[in-house]
């Protein structure tokens, strides 16, 4: 059976990672790899569920 995931919940954890990650880093030094680490999902993952980077 395939997981379920709350696609809301999903983006305020990305969101709440990218924050993080950027004030940690600086909007110029921050990756993606760093903010999917962070939240605990894959790039691929923050691509399909955020329209823009």
Same mark, same amino acid.
């Given at each position: 059976m395939?997981?379920?995931?709350?696609v809301?919940l999903?983006?305020?954890?990305?969101a709440?990672?990218?924050?993080?990650? *950027? &004030?940690?880093?600086?909007i110029?030094?921050v990756? $993606? %790899?760093d *903010? &999917?680490?962070?939240?605990?999902?894959?790039?691929? $993952? %923050?691509?399909h569920?955020l329209e823009?980077?």
């Amino acid at each position: 059976m395939p997981k379920i995931f709350d696609v809301e919940l999903t983006r305020l954890r990305v969101a709440k990672a990218a924050d993080n990650a *950027i &004030a940690g880093k600086g909007i110029s030094a921050v990756t $993606m %790899i760093d *903010i &999917a680490s962070a939240a605990g999902v894959t790039t691929g $993952m %923050i691509t399909h569920y955020l329209e823009s980077k």
